[in-house]
T-cell receptor
Framework: KAGVTQTPRYLIKTRGQQVTLSCSPISGHRSVSWYQQTPGQGLQFLFEYFSETQRNKGNFPGRFSGRQFSNSRSEMNVSTLELGDSALYLC???????????FGPGTRLTVT | DQQVKQNSPSLSVQEGRISILNCDYTNSMFDYFLWYKKYPAEGPTFLISISSIKDKNEDGRFTVFLNKSAKHLSLHIVPSQPGDSAVYFCAAVSTGTASKLTFGTGTRLQVTL
């Protein structure tokens, strides 16, 4: 099976802009979770989608949003970008046993 | 509030020796713990896990120990190999929020020749 794919891999945006990141889970996986990784903070949970519904949410402002499509692909959107949003955004997919999450390579977002 | 802590940001070990990575947690609701390994420019890959009903789980060169009373877990790698050089993340999850992994900040392991 193909692994989790994320596009784009690298992105440079300007403060105030908005950005959309995409994640395609492993075939058959219905759960997609998003994490933000910054130096010194580890991986912070953003949200999780299962069967097109947000099932879990972390402590991030409303500027961070997501959605999931019927084919389980997921998108994450960040509006009104701030310098502090510069990070590696990781997507993970899992089947019904959601403890075992398989991560994509991430999208490196740089906000200037 | 950092519920999962990895207090050592880095660790250097000689090839062939034992690497011990530590992790502490504060949330008593966590009932499953995982270790992930991450190389630069790649996503984390699952390494080994342990349920809170156990105190040890072994998989080849990797062993995870859990001390519930101390809210502490550790990952032992024996023998350490240069290919083990990576960042290791400890993660925890509670049954009530099964999809939400809480990660530590990571420990960078360097295995030297």
């Amino acid at each position: 099976k193909a692994g989790v794919t994320q596009t784009p891999r690298y992105l440079i945006k300007t403060r105030g802009q908005q950005v959309t990141l995409s994640c395609s889970p492993i075939s058959g996986h219905r759960s997609v979770s998003w994490y933000q990784q910054t130096p010194g903070q580890g991986l912070q949970f953003l949200f999780e989608y299962f069967s097109e519904t947000q099932r879990n949410k972390g402590n991030f402002p409303g500027r961070f949003s997501g959605r999931q499509f019927s084919n389980s692909r997921s998108e994450m959107n960040v509006s009104t970008l701030e310098l502090g949003d510069s990070a590696l955004y990781l997507c993970a997919s899992s089947d019904t046993t959601t403890r075992f999450q398989y991560f994509g390579p991430g999208t490196r977002l740089t906000v200037t | 509030d950092q519920q999962v802590k990895q207090n050592s940001p880095s660790l250097s070990v000689q090839e062939g020796r034992i690497s011990i990575l530590n992790c502490d947690y504060t949330n008593s609701m966590f009932d499953y713990f995982l270790w992930y390994k991450k190389y630069p420019a790649e996503g984390p890959t699952f390494l080994i896990s342990i349920s809170s009903i156990k105190d040890k789980n072994e998989d080849g060169r990797f062993t995870v120990f859990l001390n519930k009373s101390a809210k502490h877990l550790s990952l032992h790698i024996v023998p350490s190999q240069p290919g083990d050089s990576a960042v290791y993340f400890c993660a925890a999850v509670s049954t009530g929020t099964a999809s939400k992994l809480t990660f530590g900040t990571g420990t960078r392991l360097q295995v030297t020749l």
